[in-house]
């Protein structure tokens, strides 16, 4: 496995690459790696003869400093694990090589039609960020194939529209959401939970199944009704929601009652760790 951490260093690389025709997949990680980046990689090496990861602690995309001090950065760690799957490169490069000047300062590539909503809208400036490091990604990579997880929805959309909107010649490959066997959706950020909290969090994914359930079941007349039921129950079980609600799979608006692609979004709160799942009811995409 070759680390690299040096953006020359990764062009020649990439050239010498490109030289032999072989398919490159990427998988962009912030580190502090799980079962679900690993699957990731797993996918990767499916559609890829070589399969680079990149472990960057992105701050253009934190809105809070004091959430980016606290991201665990397990470097060390992450590389043992990719070391046992093979990976063939690990890409983490210096943040004062990513964003030379300021970020304030920063160029910045931004998705207007579904940054600002949703989660865009709790977290101001979030999807910029993502999408100006992916794009800083892509154009360094240059990879053939790039793997993301269903459990960021919106952030999977937005990445989708910038490879179309940008032409980029890279096809986007998703993950079904990986759980715990409990339900709970994998990510860093379960680990900021305590031992209470870690009892009460495999309740969102239970009460957002339950819902869907019920919104198949039921006549769309009571849609808002179920919604709202759903979101009580998990206010009593010690969530305090910021989104709650189901949207177009495709646009994420309020979905129309014919509508065959609707997909239910949770973003909420539990102590101070925020929770992301979803699900979607009818799809045809």
């Known amino acids: 496995?070759?680390?690299i951490n040096k953006i020359h260093i990764l062009r020649k690389e990439i050239i010498l690459i490109k030289k032999t025709d072989k398919k490159i997949g990427l998988v962009p990680t912030m580190g502090n790696l799980h079962d679900g980046h690993i699957k990731l990689i797993l996918l990767a090496q499916k559609y890829s003869d070589i399969v680079i990861v990149s472990i960057f602690v992105n701050p253009m995309q934190f809105n809070c400093l004091l959430d980016l001090k606290k991201y665990p950065r397990t470097f060390k760690e992450d590389c043992e694990i990719l070391k046992q799957y093979n990976v063939d490169i690990v890409f983490s490069?210096?943040?004062?090589?990513?964003?030379?000047?300021?970020?304030?300062?920063?160029?910045?590539?931004?998705?207007?039609?579904?940054?600002?909503?949703?989660e865009g809208a709790a977290r101001p400036g979030h999807f910029k960020g993502v999408t100006t490091i992916i794009s800083k990604l892509f154009n360094l990579i240059q990879p053939d194939f790039s793997f993301f997880g269903e459990k960021?929805?919106?952030?999977?959309?937005?990445?989708?529209?910038?490879?179309?909107?940008?032409?980029?010649?890279?096809?986007?490959?998703?993950?079904?959401?990986?759980?715990?066997k409990n339900g709970l959706a994998l990510s860093s950020r379960n680990n900021n939970l305590n031992s209470k909290e870690k009892k009460i969090a495999p309740y969102l994914y239970?009460?957002?199944?339950?819902?869907?359930?019920?919104?198949?079941?039921?006549d769309n007349s009571i849609r808002q009704e179920i919604i709202n039921l759903s979101k009580n129950l998990l206010i009593k079980k010690g969530f305090?929601?910021?989104?709650?609600?189901?949207?177009?799979?495709?646009?994420?608006?309020?979905?129309?009652?014919?509508?065959?692609?609707i997909i239910l979004i949770a973003s909420v709160w539990l102590g101070k760790t925020r929770l992301l799942d979803n699900k979607k009811i009818f799809s045809t995409i």
């Open 93 to 118: 490069p210096n943040i004062n090589d990513i964003y030379p000047n300021d970020i304030k300062n920063q160029t910045f590539v931004e998705v207007p039609k579904l940054s600002n909503i949703l």
């Open 152 to 180: 960021d929805y919106q952030q999977l959309l937005i990445i989708k529209i910038l490879v179309k909107e940008l032409n980029y010649m890279i096809q986007i490959i998703s993950l079904p959401t990986i759980r715990l």
């Open 1 to 3: 496995m070759y680390i």
């Open 240 to 261: 305090s929601i910021d989104i709650f609600n189901i949207y177009d799979c495709r646009t994420l608006k309020t979905p129309s009652k014919n509508s065959k692609n």
């Open 206 to 218: 239970k009460i957002i199944k339950k819902t869907c359930e019920n919104l198949i079941k039921e």
